[in-house]
C-alpha cells in the first residue's frame, strides 16, 4: 500500500516521463506518431502476404474471419505487449543516470514504459474500426455487433496487469545481468509463434499443444477477437486462469522489484 | 512551521562492494534466496565480502536543524556524495538510520535526466518533475527558470544543440525554482561563468531566508563558508569535524597541510621539460639569516635558494620560479628575464636565490617550480614539475589568498575581543569588555591618514600581534 501510496505521489513524474517516452520515440520522425498504426498495418500485410501468397497456408488458416483482420486483431495486443516488455527491459539501464542521481520510486521507469506503449496501442485500436468497417462492407464477412464489446477494458486491463508483473522482473533482472535482454530478445520472438497472433496454435491434444494451452497470452488474445469481431463473451475457463496469472505474476514482480530496488544505485 | 531537525542522521555506515557484483551463478541463487525468504536488510548483511568492499562512510552522525545550511566537505572520496545520495534516498545505508523531514530535493547532478532530443522547454518539465515540481508549479515559473538561465531565446531548441555551458545553466535554473523544504546541493556550482555561480549562491541564500534546509556538498571552501554556518568534514568517510563552518575549514587546511608536508604529492604538470644542459640541485627556502625552512611565516621575508649545475655555459641565462597554491592556482610568477636580467651561466656548480621582503599570502600548502631559459636561443633549458613544497603559516587570514600588512582606522576607540567570540557569535561575558588585552597595538591617529585626521581622535590598529604558529613547528 505504501509502494501505491509514493506512486501516486510522484505521478506527475510517471506522467513526464510516460509523455517523454511517447514523444522520443517519434521526434526527427517525418511521420511521426502515424508509425503507432503504420507498424501493426505494415506487419498484418507481412503476414497475410507470407501466408496468403508466398506460401499457401490457407487452409491451416481456418480463423472465420478474413486472415487480415485476423492477424491485425492479434498484432495490435500483441505488438502492445512486446513493445511495453522491450520498453521494460531497457528502462533502469537506459536511464542509469536518473538511477544513480535522483531519487524517486523506481517503479516508475516500467510504469512509464507501459503507459507510453498503450498510448500506441489506442491508436492502432482506433484503426481496427475503420478496418472491420472495411472489411463488413467488402470482405463477405458480418460483423456481429454484441454487447460483449463492454468487456474489453477488461481485457486490457488484464494484459495490463500481466505487462507490468512481467515487465518490472525483466527490468530488474536486466539492470543486475545484461544477458536477459539478448535472451528476451529472442523469447518474445518464440513466444509471439504460441500466442495465436498471426497462426491459430495446434489444438490435436499433443504435448506441445498442451503446453502451450498454459500460455497466458492465447486466451488475452483470443478475448480481444472475441469481443471485439465475433461478438461473444470469451471462453471463461481459460480466461479466468490467464487474469488469476496476470494479478499474481503482478504482485509477484512487484515485491521482487521493491525489494531489490534499493540496490539498484549501486549494482547498475 | 516546525521545529526540530529537517535531517537526522546517526550512526550511518556505507559500503561498497568493489568489482562485479556478482562472482558465480551459486552466489547469485545465494543471494536471490535470501532475498526471497528474508529481511531486504539482513541480505545486505550475507552478501557482504569484507576483504572485497570499501567502507565509503563510517558511523556518521549529525544533525540539520530546520532552516539551516551544513556544509560537507573533505577530499576526494571521502564520502561526501555517499552521503548526499543516502540522504537522497538513492542509495540506503547498510547499517544506522536517516530521518528526513519535508520534500527533499536533490541536486546531486545537473540536468540529470534532461533528453537531448527534447527541447528546452520540455526538458523543464521533465526535469522539474523529477525534483518534484507539478506540471502547473513549473508553468507558472518557466518564464522565471528561463530568465534565470538566460535562455529564453533556446526554449524551443533541443537541448542536444546546446553548449555545456547552457546545459548546465538550464539544469541548475530548474532545480534553484524547486522551492524544496530541504535542497541538496553537489558540487554542481562548478559550471557556469562567474556571474551565473555567483547568481547561484545568491539564490541558495534566497532559499535560505525562505527557511529552506540546505545541504551543500562541495570543494570551495570559500563558497561554502558564505553560505553554510555549519560544516561536516569527512575524511576517509569518517567524521572529523562537525561543527563551526569556519573551523571545518581551517581543520580541513591543517589537515591538509599535515598530509602534504608528510608527504609532497607529485603534480607533474606535463610541461616538465628537460635539455639536459642544467640539473636542479635543490630548492631551500631560507629565512633571512639562511636557516633552511619547510614552513614560512605569512608576511616575513623569504629567500628561496636555487642551487643548480650547469654543464655548458650560457652566456645570458635566464630564471623564473613560479609559486602556486595547492588549492588555488599560480600565485606567484618572478622571472629574471623580465626584471632585465640574466645570469652569466658558466660552467659547473652555481647558485642563484630570490629573495622576498614579506611573504604576503594566506597560510597554507604551496608547491614552487623553476625555468630556466637560454634568452639567445630561446630555448627551455629546464621546466621542472610544481615539486618544490612550501608550508605557509598565516597571521589570521584564514581564508582568502593573500595575507597583507594592514591597518584599522576608526574614528572611535575600538572595542578590543578575544577573536573566537566574534567567530562563533557566543556570548562571551569576558568579550566586548573595552578591553586593554595587551596584544593589539592602538595608536592614536599618529601617521597622518589624510582626512582622517580632523574627524576627530583616530585610532589605527595594526594587525601585528605576534600568534602562536598553528602549523610551524620549526
Known amino acids: 500500500m505504501s509502494a501505491l501510496r509514493e506512486i501516486w505521489a510522484y505521478r506527475e513524474l510517471l506522467w513526464s516521463l510516460a509523455w517523454r517516452d511517447v514523444r522520443i520515440r517519434y521526434k526527427q520522425s517525418l511521420l511521426g506518431v502515424a508509425w503507432a498504426i503504420l507498424l501493426p498495418l505494415s506487419m498484418m500485410l507481412v503476414f497475410t502476404f507470407v501466408f496468403t501468397r508466398a506460401i499457401d497456408a490457407r487452409s491451416a488458416l481456418n480463423v472465420n474471419m478474413p486472415y487480415p483482420l485476423y492477424a491485425y486483431l492479434g498484432l495490435v495486443p500483441w505488438t502492445f505487449f512486446a513493445v511495453c516488455l522491450s520498453n521494460c527491459v531497457n528502462c533502469l539501464v537506459a536511464n ?101 497472433v498471426v497462426v491459430p496454435v495446434p489444438r490435436d491434444g499433443s504435448v506441445v499443444a498442451q503446453m502451450i494451452a498454459t500460455n497466458p497470452m492465447v486466451p488475452i488474445i483470443g478475448a480481444y477477437r472475441d469481443v471485439i469481431a465475433h461478438g461473444r463473451w470469451p471462453e471463461s475457463g481459460p480466461f479466468l486462469s490467464a487474469a488469476a496469472f496476470a494479478v499474481l505474476v503482478l504482485i509477484g514482480g512487484w515485491t521482487l522489484f521493491r525489494r531489490a530496488s534499493f540496490r539498484f544505485a549501486e549494482c547498475i | 512551521m516546525m521545529t526540530g531537525s529537517a535531517i537526522s542522521v546517526s550512526n550511518v555506515s556505507k559500503r561498497f562492494r568493489l568489482g562485479e557484483t556478482h562472482d558465480s551463478l551459486r552466489d547469485l541463487l545465494a543471494s536471490w534466496g535470501a532475498r526471497l525468504f528474508r529481511r531486504p536488510d539482513a541480505v545486505a548483511q550475507t552478501t557482504v565480502d569484507t576483504s572485497r568492499s570499501l567502507q565509503a562512510l ?21 564520502g561526501k556524495s555517499t552521503m548526499l545520495k543516502m540522504l537522497s534516498g538513492i542509495l540506503r545505508p547498510d547499517e544506522g538510520r536517516i530521518m528526513v523531514h519535508g520534500r527533499l530535493a536533490a541536486l546531486i547532478e545537473v540536468g540529470a535526466g534532461f533528453h537531448g532530443d527534447l527541447t528546452g522547454r520540455e526538458n523543464i518539465f521533465l526535469n522539474g518533475a523529477i525534483l518534484g515540481m507539478s506540471r502547473a508549479e513549473i508553468r507558472r515559473k518557466l518564464d522565471e527558470i528561463a530568465a534565470f538561465a538566460g535562455l529564453e531565446r533556446f526554449l524551443d531548441t533541443p537541448v542536444k544543440r546546446y553548449s555545456s555551458g547552457m546545459y548546465a545553466r538550464l539544469g541548475f535554473s530548474i532545480a534553484a525554482h524547486v522551492d524544496p523544504d530541504i535542497l541538496l546541493v553537489d558540487e554542481v556550482l562548478s559550471v557556469g561563468d562567474a556571474v551565473f555561480r555567483l547568481r547561484c549562491l545568491e539564490r541558495m541564500r534566497e ?29 576517509g568517510g569518517r567524521t572529523a569535524f562537525l561543527g563551526p563552518s ?38 631551500r627556502f631560507q629565512e633571512p639569516s639562511g636557516r633552511e625552512v619547510r614552513c614560512a611565516r605569512a608576511n616575513q621575508p623569504l629567500q628561496v635558494e636555487v642551487r643548480y649545475c650547469l654543464h ?43 629573495s622576498l621582503p614579506s611573504l604576503a599570502v594566506a597560510g ?12 639567445d636561443s630561446g630555448r627551455a633549458e629546464i621546466d621542472t614539475p610544481f615539486q618544490y613544497p612550501l ?37 562571551d561575558p569576558a568579550a566586548g569588555r573595552n578591553g586593554d588585552r595587551g596584544t593589539i597595538a592602538v595608536a592614536a591617529g599618529d601617521e597622518g591618514h589624510g582626512d582622517w585626521d580632523p574627524v576627530g581622535p583616530d585610532y589605527a590598529l595594526s594587525a601585528t600581534r605576534p600568534r602562536r604558529p598553528e602549523h610551524c613547528s620549526d
Request: aromatic share 10%.
Open chain 2, 58 to 78: 563510517h558511523d556518521v552522525t549529525f544533525d540539520v536543524p530546520r532552516g539551516d545550511a551544513l556544509g560537507i566537505i573533505g577530499p576526494n572520496g571521502a
Open chain 2, 364 to 375: 597554507g600548502p604551496y608547491v614552487w617550480n623553476v625555468r630556466m631559459w637560454d634568452a
Open chain 1, 96 to 196: 542509469r543516470n536518473l538511477v544513480t542521481k535522483v531519487y524517486f520510486p523506481r517503479e516508475v521507469l516500467p510504469l512509464a514504459g507501459v503507459i507510453a506503449g498503450f498510448v500506441d496501442f489506442l491508436v492502432a485500436l482506433g484503426v481496427l474500426v475503420v478496418l472491420t468497417v472495411y472489411f463488413h462492407l467488402t470482405g463477405g464477412w458480418s460483423f456481429t455487433w454484441s454487447l460483449s464489446i463492454v468487456f474489453l477494458p477488461v481485457v486490457i486491463l488484464v494484459q495490463v496487469t500481466m505487462t507490468i508483473g512481467i515487465g518490472m522482473m525483466l527490468a530488474m533482472a536486466n539492470l543486475f545481468y545484461r544477458d536477459v535482454r539478448q535472451v528476451f530478445s529472442v523469447a518474445i520472438q518464440l513466444w509471439m509463434f504460441i500466442s495465436a
Open chain 2, 312 to 354: 655548458r655555459d650560457i652566456p645570458r641565462l635566464v630564471i623564473e620560479l613560479n609559486m602556486r597554491a595547492v588549492v588555488h592556482q599560480n600565485l606567484l610568477s618572478v622571472n629574471s628575464g623580465r626584471d632585465g636580467l640574466t645570469i652569466r651561466g658558466v660552467k659547473g656548480d652555481r647558485r642563484v636565490a630570490l
Open chain 2, 391 to 427: 608550508v605557509v603559516d598565516d597571521e589570521g587570514c584564514k581564508t582568502g589568498v593573500l595575507c597583507l600588512p594592514h591597518q584599522w582606522l576608526f574614528d572611535e576607540r575600538p572595542t578590543m575581543v578575544d577573536e573566537r567570540s566574534i567567530l562563533q557569535g557566543a556570548a
Open chain 2, 246 to 283: 569556519r573551523d571545518a575549514v581551517s581543520w580541513y587546511l591543517q589537515a591538509m597541510t599535515r598530509a602534504f608536508v608528510d608527504r609532497p604529492p607529485d603534480l607533474l604538470d606535463g610541461k616538465h621539460r628537460y635539455s639536459g644542459t642544467v640539473d636542479i640541485l635543490h630548492v
Open chain 2, 207 to 235: 532559499l535560505l531566508r525562505g527557511g529552506t534546509t540546505l545541504v551543500f556538498v562541495t570543494h570551495d571552501l570559500d563558497q561554502m563558508q558564505s553560505v553554510c554556518e555549519r560544516a561536516l568534514l569527512l575524511e
